[in-house]
Antibody
Framework: QVQLVQSGAEMRKPGASVQVSCKVS????????LHWVRQTPGQRPEWMGW????????RYAQKFQDRLTFIRDTSASTVYMKLSGLRSEDTTIYYC????????????WGRGTLVTVTS | DIVMTQSPLSLPVSPGEPASISCRSSQSLLHANRYKYLAWYLQKPGKSPQLLIY???NRASGVPDRFSGSGSGTDFTLQISRVEAEDVGVYYCMQGLQPPFTFGQGTRLEIK
C-alpha cells in the first residue's frame, strides 16, 4: 500500500503563492498517477489535476489552468503542488491521492494540508 | 462536466438498521469496456476520504461485506445492510469516467 505524506499547514496573503508537497513511500515513485483534490469542510471534494510521476506529464482542471503547477522530484519521491495568485476562496484543505488504475478510483490519500489565505 | 447528485443529504439511522444512498450522474458512466466508472468514498470526521466501492459494485480491500454498491449507467446506490457506529461520516460518490472527476454533494450518515 502506498503512503502519502504531505507537508504542514501554510498561511499566505492574497496574491501570494503556496507550495504543498506530497512524499510517496511504500512503492516505487514512478508509475503513478498522483492527483490533487481540495475540499472545504462541509463541501464536496474538488478535483484539481494530476501528474504522471513517471514522465512528469500533467493535466489541470480548467478552473486552475493558469495558476496551478505540479512538479515531481524523483530523487526525493515527492510531488509539489504550487498554486499562485491566492485568494480567500483558496482557503481549504489540499489532498494528494493516488489513482489506482485497476480500480479507476483514488485508492490512497494523504492526510491533507490546510492552506489559509488571509490578509 | 459530469454533475453528480446524491440523496438524501442527511441520513439518520439506528444501529443494526439498513441504509441506502442514491447517486445520479448527468451522463452515463458506462465505459466502452462495460465497467461503470463510479466509486463510493466514506470520509470520517477529521479524516481523508477512504475508498469503499469501485467500478460501481466492487468492495475495496478491507471493506466489510455489509457495504454493497449497485447501479445502471446513471443511477447508483450504496447500501449498508446493518449500520454500525463506526459507519458514521459523509459518503461521497465520484465519477472516474472523464476529467474533471466530480463528486456528489455528500450524504451525512448519523446514528439515531
Amino acid at each position: 500500500q502506498v503512503q502519502l505524506v504531505q507537508s504542514g499547514a501554510e498561511m499566505r496573503k492574497p496574491g501570494a503563492s503556496v507550495q504543498v508537497s506530497c512524499k510517496v513511500s511504500g512503492d516505487t515513485f514512478t508509475g503513478h498517477a498522483l492527483h490533487w483534490v481540495r475540499q472545504t469542510p462541509g463541501q464536496r471534494p474538488e478535483w484539481m489535476g494530476w501528474i504522471n510521476t513517471g514522465n512528469g506529464k500533467t493535466r489541470y482542471a480548467q478552473k486552475f489552468q493558469d495558476r496551478l503547477t505540479f512538479i515531481r522530484d524523483t530523487s526525493a519521491s515527492t510531488v509539489y503542488m504550487k498554486l499562485s495568485g491566492l485568494r480567500s476562496e483558496d482557503t481549504t484543505i489540499y489532498y494528494c491521492a493516488i489513482w489506482t488504475a485497476e480500480w479507476e478510483a483514488f485508492g490512497d490519500w494523504g492526510r491533507g494540508t490546510l492552506v489559509t489565505v488571509t490578509s | 462536466d459530469i454533475v453528480m447528485t446524491q440523496s438524501p443529504l442527511s441520513l439518520p439511522v439506528s444501529p443494526g438498521e439498513p441504509a441506502s444512498i442514491s447517486c445520479r450522474s448527468s451522463q452515463s458512466l458506462l465505459h466502452a469496456n462495460r465497467y461503470k466508472y463510479l466509486a463510493w468514498y466514506l470520509q470520517k470526521p477529521g479524516k481523508s476520504p477512504q475508498l469503499l466501492i469501485y467500478l460501481g459494485s466492487n468492495r475495496a480491500s478491507g471493506v466489510p461485506d455489509r457495504f454493497s454498491g449497485s447501479g445502471s449507467g446513471t443511477d447508483f446506490t450504496l447500501q449498508i445492510s446493518r449500520v454500525e457506529a463506526e459507519d458514521v461520516g459523509v459518503y461521497y460518490c465520484m465519477q472516474g469516467l472523464q476529467p474533471p472527476f466530480t463528486f456528489g454533494q455528500g450524504t451525512r450518515l448519523e446514528i439515531k
